[in-house]
């Protein structure tokens, strides 16, 4: 069982919908980063938040961090083909020096 | 965008030899770490360094040893390769732990046959 469970894992949608995604886990984390994996790449970040409750919006992109710190989300407006990808939240726990990765979510986008 | 190289980008071994992946930066990043990344389990952390001659484990280190001897290079050796182990491979440095952006490679795809 990993720390950080994403739902869903597969997400296919038409252009122009909106979408959340979810990132869960039961253990508390002092921070928290959104990255999106094209193929044959590694991860990018996106976005990192670190208060509870906390709000940051990248363009039609908007992140979300649980008040208790333990969950966050991504809600994307009107997706795109080009938001296609997969989706990984990281965690940093209070203690210790790891980052751990959500489960991922692979998101397509159709025209 | 940080420079990081791994190397070999694939390679297919067979079972119960050993197996050594490298990771090149050059951005002069305290951390550096080895992840593997299997479908449906997203990224899982094997080893980091935060320091030179200082690593650790992660949550799968059964089967895996680290080095790093130099700050600039992070060496992941699979002592003796099981099919288990057939995955992507991803390095990744930061400037510090935690809060701080996470660098990635593009990663090494290991086939053990």
């Known amino acids: 069982t990993q720390l950080l469970e994403q739902s869903p894992q597969f997400l296919s949608i038409q252009e122009g919908e909106n979408l959340t995604v979810y990132c869960n886990s039961s253990s508390v984390f002092s921070s928290l980063q959104w990255y999106r994996q094209e193929p044959g790449e590694g991860p990018v970040l996106l976005v990192t938040v670190v208060t509870g409750g906390e709000v940051k919006k990248l363009k039609r992109l908007t992140f979300q961090f649980g008040d208790a710190r333990k969950d ?5 407006t009107a997706a795109q083909p080009g938001d296609t990808g997969l989706y990984l939240c990281a ?4 203690t210790g020096n790891q980052f751990y990765f959500g489960t991922g979510t692979s998101l397509t986008v159709i025209p | 965008d940080a420079g990081i190289t791994q190397s070999p980008r694939h ?7 050993p197996v050594t992946l490298r990771c090149h930066q050059t951005e002069n990043h305290r951390y550096m770490y080895w992840y593997r990344q299997d479908p449906g389990h997203g ?4 080893h980091y360094s935060y320091g030179v001659k200082d690593t650790d484990k992660g949550e799968v280190s059964d089967g895996y040893s680290v080095s790093r001897s130099k700050t600039e290079d992070f060496l992941l050796t699979l002592e003796s390769a099981t099919s288990s ?13 935690l809060d701080t952006e996470a660098f990635f490679g593009q990663g090494t795809r290991l086939t053990v046959v």
């Open chain 1, 91 to 94: 965690g940093a726990r209070p």
């Open chain 2, 43 to 46: 990224l899982r952390l094997i």
């Open chain 1, 72 to 76: 966050s989300s991504l809600h994307i």
């Open chain 2, 85 to 97: 182990q057939t995955s992507v491979y991803f390095c990744a440095t930061g400037q510090g732990a």
């Open chain 2, 11 to 17: 390679k297919v071994t067979e079972t119960g030899t």
